[in-house]
């Protein structure tokens, strides 16, 4: 795919951090940008109008969709772990 979109993407690093992309790539570019961080396992995720970004809660980025944000019971979480 060399159209840029705004991939979001998982990535874990070789020093156990846990990293949340949400950037304007072609799929090309978001793998560079994945492994300049040093990523042992990444995963690219939908960019379709049923995606969003929430952090704490938030909404941080603007679905693509003219009506707003699509109602989808699905998710991917990133959270502490327990101590």
């Known amino acids: 795919m ?3 979109s705004v ?3 998982v990535v874990t ?3 156990r951090e846990a990293v949340v992309v949400g950037r304007l790539f072609t799929l090309y570019e978001a793998a560079a940008f994945m492994k300049s961080l040093g990523a042992v396992r990444a995963m690219n995720l939908d ?3 049923s995606t969003a970004m929430a952090v704490a809660g938030t909404l941080v980025d603007t679905p693509s969709d003219v009506t707003g944000e699509r109602p989808v019971g699905d998710t991917v979480q990133v959270v502490p772990a327990a101590h």
Do not use: K
């Open 2 to 4: 060399s159209t840029p």
């Open 7 to 9: 991939h979001t993407a």
């Open 13 to 15: 690093t070789c020093i």
């Open 47 to 49: 960019d379709g109008g």
